[in-house]
């Protein structure tokens, strides 16, 4: 085992035993929704499988750092595969075009974006050099390091600090999370304009403004290939009940209606076309997503990113509307 070797173990290790011990407090946990926005398979998205993770990455720290051959071989091997299919999701993610927070370190939660893909690729080299030339734990094995060994292991463990330092400097100047903050910056504020886009609506091009002519529209953005989705989408008819005729609410999708219908079967409420045309114009970053359209040509609310932010849009919809005074006829 070299010196480099030795360390890409210890800051696997590192990570993986951050990670784990992370995801193990009380505001870090995954659970199963998350799981989904992620697009985890179906048959993973339980809580025994949210409460393994972390286990696992718990026991393959240690094994790295402990682990005698031939179990170290085994350790590095699952590190591997683990670090692929956490690559793989973070593709699936990016590909779909989904907004989602992800509890990769716990509760420091971040957006999925392609820094996060950088990282994992980067952890993914890092565990296969591992696995082809290391054989025993690097704890075992740094005692015995010649002083070549030693020279590798810091130039190793400088080069480590330094991609760790750019992939840093590369989240904080994201695009995603650019777009987010200005997308904010209109909801904190006051009304702004609905965009000048058209949506298809009943088989023909409309302005989305005059889909609120009538009533004021929360228009919720859908995707077929969005997992964070499938939490949203059976709840938007029990909004429109819930809103009393206030308010309509509608889907805006890049998809047709029969692959929304089939990939979200609960949605029952009027599905129009033109997603990626609003999202464009407006920089939201992602599905689901929400904009409340008011009758004046403004939007009142949104946008709100997320199945977290839009649910609490609908909520703050529902909250505004039920201490509203009654209106009376005279």
Same mark, same amino acid.
């Given at each position: 085992?070299?010196?480099?070797?030795a360390?890409?173990?210890?800051?696997?290790?590192?990570?993986?035993?951050?990670?784990?011990t992370?995801?193990?407090? /009380?505001?870090?946990?995954?659970? *199963? +929704? @998350?799981?989904?926005?992620?697009?985890?398979?179906r048959?993973?998205r339980?809580p025994?499988?949210a409460?393994?993770?972390?286990?696992?990455?718990?026991?393959?720290?240690l094994a790295?750092?402990f682990?005698p051959?031939p179990?170290?071989?085994?350790a590095a091997a699952a590190?591997?595969l683990l670090? &692929?299919a956490?690559?793989? %999701? *973070?593709?699936g993610? &990016?590909?779909?075009?989904?907004?989602v927070?992800?509890s990769?370190?716990?509760m420091?939660?971040s957006?999925?974006?392609? %820094?996060?893909?950088?990282r994992?690729?980067a952890?993914?080299?890092?565990?296969?050099?591992t696995? $082809?030339? =290391?054989?025993q #734990?690097?704890v075992l094995t740094?005692p015995?390091?010649?002083p070549?060994?030693?020279?590798?292991?810091y130039?190793?463990? =400088?080069?480590v600090?330094?991609?760790?330092?750019l992939?840093?400097?590369?989240?904080?100047r994201a695009?995603?999370? $650019?777009d987010?903050?200005?997308?904010?910056?209109v909801?904190?504020?006051?009304?702004?304009? *609905?965009?000048?886009v058209?949506?298809?609506? #009943? #088989?023909?091009?409309v302005?989305?403004? +005059?889909?609120?002519?009538a009533?004021?529209?929360?228009v919720v953005?859908?995707s077929? @290939?969005?997992?964070?989705?499938?939490?949203?989408a059976?709840?938007?008819a029990?909004w429109? @009940?819930?809103?009393?005729?206030?308010?309509?609410?509608?889907?805006?999708?890049?998809?047709d !209606?029969?692959a929304?219908?089939a990939?979200? /079967?609960?949605l +029952?409420?009027?599905?129009?076309r033109?997603a990626r045309a609003?999202?464009?114009?407006?920089?939201? /970053?992602?599905y689901?997503?929400?904009?409340?359209v008011?009758? +004046?040509g =403004?939007?009142?609310? #949104?946008?709100?990113?997320?199945?977290?932010?839009? @649910?609490?849009?609908?909520?703050?919809?529902?909250? %505004?509307? !039920?201490?509203?005074?009654?209106?009376t006829s005279?």
């Amino acid at each position: 085992m070299t010196g480099a070797a030795a360390a890409l173990a210890l800051t696997l290790a590192a990570v993986l035993l951050v990670s784990g011990t992370l995801k193990l407090l /009380p505001h870090g946990r995954f659970t *199963v +929704d @998350e799981l989904a926005a992620l697009g985890v398979p179906r048959t993973l998205r339980h809580p025994w499988f949210a409460a393994a993770l972390p286990a696992a990455e718990l026991l393959l720290g240690l094994a790295l750092l402990f682990a005698p051959a031939p179990l170290f071989t085994l350790a590095a091997a699952a590190t591997v595969l683990l670090t &692929l299919a956490f690559t793989i %999701v *973070v593709a699936g993610v &990016l590909r779909r075009g989904d907004r989602v927070d992800c509890s990769c370190f716990g509760m420091l939660r971040s957006p999925v974006t392609p %820094v996060t893909a950088a990282r994992n690729i980067a952890l993914l080299l890092a565990a296969s050099v591992t696995a $082809v030339t =290391t054989h025993q #734990g690097a704890v075992l094995t740094l005692p015995s390091l010649a002083p070549d060994g030693w020279t590798a292991f810091y130039a190793t463990t =400088t080069a480590v600090l330094a991609v760790t330092a750019l992939l840093l400097a590369a989240a904080r100047r994201a695009p995603s999370a $650019v777009d987010l903050t200005a997308a904010r910056v209109v909801r904190d504020g006051s009304a702004w304009p *609905v965009p000048d886009v058209e949506v298809l609506a #009943g #088989g023909e091009l409309v302005p989305l403004a +005059d889909l609120a002519r009538a009533k004021p529209l929360l228009v919720v953005l859908l995707s077929a @290939e969005c997992h964070a989705c499938e939490r949203v989408a059976p709840q938007l008819a029990g909004w429109r @009940e819930r809103f009393g005729g206030a308010v309509e609410v509608a889907a805006l999708s890049s998809n047709d !209606a029969s692959a929304l219908a089939a990939a979200h /079967p609960l949605l +029952d409420v009027p599905v129009h076309r033109g997603a990626r045309a609003l999202m464009t114009v407006a920089g939201i /970053p992602g599905y689901p997503s929400a904009l409340l359209v008011g009758t +004046d040509g =403004t939007v009142a609310g #949104g946008p709100a990113v997320g199945s977290v932010e839009v @649910e609490a849009l609908a909520a703050t919809i529902a909250d %505004v509307l !039920a201490a509203a005074p009654p209106v009376t006829s005279r």
